[in-house]
């Protein structure tokens, strides 16, 4: 696989896999940092909760190449855990 070509690792994604999803994107960034690949760790991160690790993927790819997708992934992310409704902690 070609850095850039997350086909296979979006088509494990949309078929639920996953796991060896991650397993594969944890292999590709062993071999080669690279944005594309920390941002869609990052999103696969962010589907299965684990949010701290997946901001951290984004702050990464955002490092790399501060023009990348990922810059308004992480600006959103980052608003999604600002967000404070008083009205549900104070009935």
């Known amino acids: 696989m070609t850095y850039n070509d997350t086909s296979g690792i979006e088509a494990l994604i949309a078929s639920g896999d996953y796991d060896?999803?991650?397993?594969?994107?944890?292999?590709?960034?062993?071999?080669?940092?690279?944005a594309t690949m920390l941002a869609l760790r990052g999103d696969l991160n962010w589907k299965?909760?684990?949010r701290a690790q997946a901001i951290s993927d984004y702050e990464a790819a955002v490092d790399l190449d501060?023009?990348?997708?990922?810059?308004?992934?992480l600006a959103i992310a980052r608003e999604v855990m600002d967000f404070y409704n008083r009205d549900l902690y104070n009935p």
């Open 20 to 34: 060896s999803a991650m397993k594969t994107l944890n292999a590709e960034l062993e071999k080669s940092t690279d």
């Open 48 to 50: 299965l909760g684990h």
């Open 66 to 73: 501060p023009s990348s997708p990922a810059a308004q992934t």
